[in-house]
């Protein structure tokens, strides 16, 4: 039996897993059931209900529904749908899975349709899209997460496959299939399909037969992927080469993607390395267009390295500080005059290289104080050079 389709949802109520999405109070289903839901891009793990979710908007709104792939949608397909609906009352919905892999070319013949609302666009992805779209698009639409499914919501399933089919299942083999389907309904399905084409009666040896390890090994439970990434990030904020390097092969075997991780690592070299180490910012940067290049499995030599450079770096959050500081300030409302002479082709300004590299004026209306740099790494060496410029005359 295609346990697959059989129990794949038709309405919100039947969908399960994803509750922050599905039930009546979710803004998603509001705006759904309103008719007023606009461009939206779906992310999480694989097998998680992201195109069953496009497909119960479809209905729920009464939208044609036209699904595709990135990874094979022509152009002239969108152009023969934009055609077909230019003046008709009613729009359709496209669907586009993998939409991270969208064309700059495929996004551009997307905004105008996106501009009039003549179609409704859904993307789906494994990454968040928002890294790999343009900025018009991305100001144009909304973001929805979807989580791995819990185990309960997996137990659920379960109970409704085996009322839809003859299949039994003993206690510890239903405690594997959902354990080690990591929260993805498709595999755990599928597997149960596969084990009651051989045999309606399901037992833990059969079931490791055909899935002798968990999915995902590492990151099985919810939150763990989140819980992983910040274990990551503060053993190397705290120098810990060897938690680092075994958080980091937790993440790879757990089925992170690598542009992740390595955005991770660049925003962690600027926020906790800052000027102690300016080059780490360099090298993670590096580090994350390679592996956007390269993937898995060779990936992991990068992110290795990178993490390995991040542990051993002195570590200074001055920069981080500092512009959290400035933003609270400015949102409080202070919004201090500029000095004319700092004001655009305005009289007055001491061009500073004029005058051996530095010159005392006044740059704001106010003294503040922001920064503080730190006697760590190269960062030293800015504050002992900012520090002398007061004897400078």
């Known amino acids: 039996m295609d346990f697959t389709s059989a129990l794949r949802p ?67 397909q969108l ?23 969208l064309a700059k070319n495929q996004q551009e013949v997307l905004l105008p349709v996106m501009e009039n609302n003549a179609v409704l666009i859904i993307g789906a992805s494994t990454e968040n899209p928002f890294f790999s779209l343009t900025s018009a698009i991305r100001s144009r639409s909304m973001l929805f997460e979807l989580k791995n499914i819990n185990n309960e919501a997996l137990d659920r399933l379960v109970d409704l ?42 037992t833990v040896d059969l079931l490791k037969s055909l899935r002798p390890n968990a999915i995902s090994a590492g990151s099985s439970e919810a939150g763990v992927h989140y819980d992983l990434i910040s274990a990551m990030i503060k ?53 994350m267009t390679s592996v956007s290049k390269i993937g898995f499995p060779e990936a992991r030599i990068i992110l290795a390295q990178a993490v390995a450079y991040l542990c051993a770096s002195p570590k200074s959050n001055s920069s981080y500080l500092a512009i959290n500081e400035a933003i609270n300030v400015v949102k409080s ?5 500029i000095p004319e002479p700092l004001k655009n082709n305005a009289n007055g300004y001491l061009y500073p290289h004029d005058f051996g ?15 503080e740099f730190k006697s760590i790494g190269y960062e030293k060496k800015m504050k002992e050079w900012v520090e002398n410029l007061n004897s400078f005359s």
């Open 333 to 337: 409302g202070v919004m201090l005059e």
């Open 79 to 101: 152009r023969k749908i934009f055609e077909q609906y230019k003046n008709a009352l009613e729009k359709p919905l496209i669907f586009i899975d993998e939409v991270h892999r």
């Open 357 to 371: 590299g530095y010159v005392k004026q006044k740059y704001l209306t106010k003294k503040m104080k922001f920064i």
């Open 235 to 287: 053993s190397i904020r705290g120098s810990d080469a060897d938690a680092g390097m075994y958080y980091l092969a937790r993440l790879i075997e757990g089925g992170e993607s690598a542009d992740f991780i390595a955005r991770r690592l660049v925003i962690l070299a600027s926020e906790d390395i800052g000027n102690a180490n300016p080059q780490a910012l360099t090298l993670t940067t590096s580090a």
């Open 10 to 76: 038709k309405t919100f109520d039947a969908f399960v897993g994803q509750d922050h999405l599905s039930l009546p109070t979710s803004p998603l289903r509001i705006l759904c059931e309103k008719k007023a839901l606009g461009h939206s891009f779906f992310y999480g793990p694989a097998g998680v209900g992201k195109t069953s979710l496009a497909r119960i908007i479809a209905s729920s709104m009464d939208l044609p529904f036209y699904e595709f792939n990135a990874t094979s949608l022509k152009i002239e």
């Open 161 to 202: 496959a085996k009322d839809k089919s003859e299949i039994t299942l003993e206690e510890d083999a239903r405690e594997y299939l959902v354990r080690s389907s990591s929260g993805d309904a498709r595999a755990m399905l599928k597997l149960l399909e596969f084990c009651s084409n051989i045999d309606t009666h399901i």
